[in-house]
């Protein structure tokens, strides 16, 4: 089946700081996905986003689907950005694969 | 709309009783998702339907496992008997694909601990 790999698995911010989060994946995708899980559990859909990028807030991304990768972007973190980041990709017939997330602490 | 709805929150069981986790899927939402989440093995997909209808249930894991959406509005997840490595959350999500986009919601999550 299709392979997500999601780096860094683990990630320390100090509040204000930004940080990229990397997705990549080892097929052609219909489309891709970014997650946030936060501390309790609630999976909240960041961005649908198959190729180019888009922004919303201080989050932004980046998919280039023909070299298999995705990017998230996280600017001035804040506290409430801690959780984890998963990455989904449709590997067919609107079936969703997720990586292993990117578990990520953000400090004051 | 009130989003994806799941129920109950949180169960705790004790092994071989039958459990069943109910899902309410976003009104107009055509497809509905069973996910499990564990530490070992992260969100993996159980079962899929797409406009009532089974479409895929090759990530159910045993025959203990099954699922129905006997309407729009409403799917149950069941488990019988239950085992301690079914000690999971189990995650309803629903998405509409009419717009081309199938872009995920989920619901809050049941958190099932079998002792």
């Known amino acids: 089946g299709i392979q997500v790999e999601q780096s860094p698995p683990d990630l320390i911010l100090q509040e204000g700081a930004n940080s990229t989060l990397r997705c990549n994946f080892s097929d052609s995708v219909n489309n891709l996905q970014w997650f946030h899980q936060n501390p309790w559990g609630q999976l909240i859909n960041l961005f649908y986003i198959p190729s180019g990028t888009k922004q919303n807030g201080r989050l932004s991304a980046t998919t280039v689907a023909t070299e298999r990768y995705s990017l998230l972007y996280i600017s001035s973190s804040q506290t409430t950005d801690s959780g984890v980041y998963f990455c989904a990709v449709d590997y067919g017939n609107n079936r969703l694969a997720f990586g292993k997330g990117n578990q990520v602490v953000v400090i004051p | 709309d009130a989003g994806v709805i799941q129920s109950p929150r949180h169960e705790v069981t004790e092994m071989g009783q039958e459990v069943t986790l109910r899902c309410k899927p976003i009104s107009g939402h055509d497809y509905l998702f069973w996910y499990r989440q564990t530490m070992m093995r992260g969100l993996e997909l159980l079962i899929y339907?797409?406009?009532?209808?089974?479409?895929?249930d090759s990530g159910m894991p045993e025959d203990r496992f099954s699922a129905k959406m006997p309407n729009a509005s409403f799917s149950t997840l069941k488990i019988q008997p239950s085992e301690p490595r079914d000690s999971a959350v189990y995650f309803c999500?629903?998405?509409?694909?009419?717009?081309?986009?199938?872009?995920?919601?989920f619901g809050a999550g049941s958190r099932l601990t079998v002792l």
């Open positions: 999500a629903s998405s509409y694909t009419g717009t081309g986009a199938n872009v995920l919601t």
């Open positions: 339907f797409n406009n009532n209808v089974p479409i895929d």
